[in-house]
């Protein structure tokens, strides 16, 4: 549509994510074309000039840039999307920030609570827009999850509990740090599983059942000392290669969460599960359409555990792909987080999580780092302004 309102993207990082969001960016104009906006994809940036200028191609960029300072300088970008490893959010973000930009940033929000909370005040003094990409939120059947809660149909809830579980670091061969493995590296990363795989637990826990309160951890890192594949030599290991937490939630619910990347035969497998006096529900990423609901008030001879394939036309979301039954993919939930940025440009409302919302997950897993630390309970420090 030629009377289009434009948003100018420049993306920061062309790895995994800079795949997903670029994908994402792409889809709209022919997924969603009632938007008012559509993105206009003006220039990425990576290190590395030959791979960027082929990524530009691949993705639709018009230009690219080497420099991430260059991209925040340009005067046709309105909107930075960082891409890149947790160590450069704050940097890039607060660059943005003094440039006025537009923020759309990868979680977590950053390494630490503190360079969560700069990046916070830093936004709010620059009165620019931000959104994090907390991208499982915008899995339709996890959207419909939310839906269900918030009709009140669970009844008080009981018990919120959460896995993320991989296992691709088992080998003690594996290095640390550098491209490809900053995960591995604390000062990269920030945290291991907590801030990589939890955070996103957490994420969607609480968007789901509200604040959590307080929080009593274990973390281990089963292998003591890798490679470093930047200086090349054996160095002791920072991260939490597994961690497991309980929980209050601000609603007198008890939360309980692990994740390992050492539980063997799982890639991905994010699942969660709420209970409460009338209802529960629960969703696996790895069979991602459906949401399997049981509702105690059903005829008692027919009662059981539904297993709803979200995949119609009045779902979340599904209306702007195929046909009813005809499912969607991991990657659909990024698309989906692009078209709700550029619908909140139009209408004026925020693109949940914010920056300000982020940091409440970040505060729950600084919490979590330092009750596993200290073997204590700690509180999150989670003020209960919930804004979801
Ligand atoms: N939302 C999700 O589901 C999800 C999934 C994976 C990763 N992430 C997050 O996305 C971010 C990136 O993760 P990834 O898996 O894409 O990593 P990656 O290693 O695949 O890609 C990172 C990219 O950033 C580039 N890069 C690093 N430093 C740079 C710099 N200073 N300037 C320009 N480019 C730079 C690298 O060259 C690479 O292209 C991380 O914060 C991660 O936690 C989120």
Partial sequence: MADKKQLRIGLVGTGLMGRAHANGYNRIHNFFPALQYEPKLVAVCSRNEEKVKAFAAQWNFESYETDWKALVAREDI???????????????????AAAGKMILCEKPLARTLEEGQQMVDAIQKAGVKTTVWYNYRRIPAVTVAKNIIDSGKLGKIYHYRANFLQDWTISEDLPQ?????????????????????????????????????????????????????????????????????????????????????????????????????????????????RLEYFDHRDESQTRGWRSIHITDGDHPYIKNWWIPGCGIGWEHSFVHQVADFLKSLEDGSKCSPTFEEALQTQKVCAAVIDSANSKSWKDTHVDGKYVW
């Avoid at 604390?186 to 609480?206: E, F, K, Q, Y």
Wanted: some cysteine; proline content about 2%.
């Fill in 78 to 96: 309105d909107a930075v999307d960082i891409c890149t490893p947790n160590d450069s959010h704050f940097e890039i973000a607060l660059a943005c």
């Fill in 177 to 289: 740090g550098g491209e490809g493995l900053w995960r591995m590296d604390v000062g990269a990363a920030g945290s291991g599983v907590t801030g990589d795989l939890l955070a996103h637990c957490i994420d969607t826990a609480m968007w789901l059942n509200g604040g959590i309160t307080d929080v009593s951890a274990m973390t281990e890192t089963f292998v003591k000392q890798r490679m470093h594949q930047l200086t090349g030599k054996v160095e002791p290991v920072g991260i939490d290669d597994a961690c497991l937490f309980h929980c209050h939630f601000e609603n007198g619910s008890l939360g309980l969460f692990e994740s390992t990347r050492y539980a063997r035969g799982h890639k991905a497998l994010y699942t969660f599960e709420v209970n409460g006096a009338d209802a529960s529900l629960k969703w696996d990423l790895h069979d991602m359409n």
